[in-house]
């Protein structure tokens, strides 16, 4: 309907650094949806022309799109598209295990636990960025996926007080305790040892109970 009534406006831009003519079509103030308490919007659309293929792309803004500001609008646009695809990607596909998802769960839960991940995502996104101790534990194991489970292995069975300790120990190794066994041996019944080791080695035959 904006279209008929010469509302569009079609600007075509050539770009010959990368071989490529943009052609764009932009419309201001335009309901969302069709109801009439609709926020208006900016839509903007864009064909990258190549030589041998044509990618199209589309968005929403809130920003007013003109001639001027056209082409930083789609290129801020198609970026956040790259980023949230890539960052997705990445967190479902390399040992993050966050995929996904439409829906919130009961009372937010699946968006509390993006949020949680997200964050982690950020921690882990900074140390790979400026951390020299992450980069020479991640050269050492060679991929993020292994270097997530020998990280995730330590906190089984070590109190570690920094992402410092925990770095170091992955990078120069830890010595390794013997178990300490905590149990109440006051409820366990008396043992013979005489007996277990007969147990233990003396074959069972079917369908005869051996001696305790």
């Not at 509390?112 to 400026?130: G, K, N, P, Y």
């Not at 410092?164 to 010595?175: I, P």
């Not at 007969?198 to 001696?211: E, K």
Request: glycine share 8%; proline share 4%; net charge positive.
């Amino acid at each position: 309907m904006a279209e008929h009534t010469g509302h569009v406006t079609s600007y075509e831009r050539h770009d010959r650094a990368a071989g490529v003519v943009h052609r764009f079509r932009f419309v201001n103030e335009v309901p969302l949806h069709a109801s009439p308490a609709a926020v208006r919007v900016n839509c903007i659309e864009d064909w990258d022309m190549g030589a041998d293929k044509v990618q199209p792309w589309s968005g929403v803004t809130d920003v007013r799109g003109s001639r001027r500001k056209v082409v930083c609008l789609m290129r801020g646009g198609r970026a956040r598209w790259k980023i949230e695809n890539e960052t997705c990607n990445t967190l479902k596909h390399q040992g993050d295990h966050c995929e996904h998802n439409d829906g919130h769960g009961e009372q937010n839960l699946s968006g509390v636990v993006a949020v949680v991940m997200l964050l982690a995502f950020l921690v882990d996104q900074t140390h790979q960025r400026c951390g020299a101790l992450f980069r020479a534990v991640w050269m050492r194991l060679g991929s993020k996926r292994l270097l997530w489970e020998r990280m995730r292995a330590l906190f089984y069975d070590y109190g570690l007080d920094s992402m410092r300790a925990l770095f170091e120990a992955r990078l120069y190794g830890v010595d390794k305790p013997r178990p300490l066994l905590a149990m109440d041996t006051s409820s366990l019944p008396l043992l013979s040892l005489t007996g277990l080791l007969t147990n233990a080695t003396l074959p069972r035959r079917q369908g005869r109970r051996m001696p305790n």
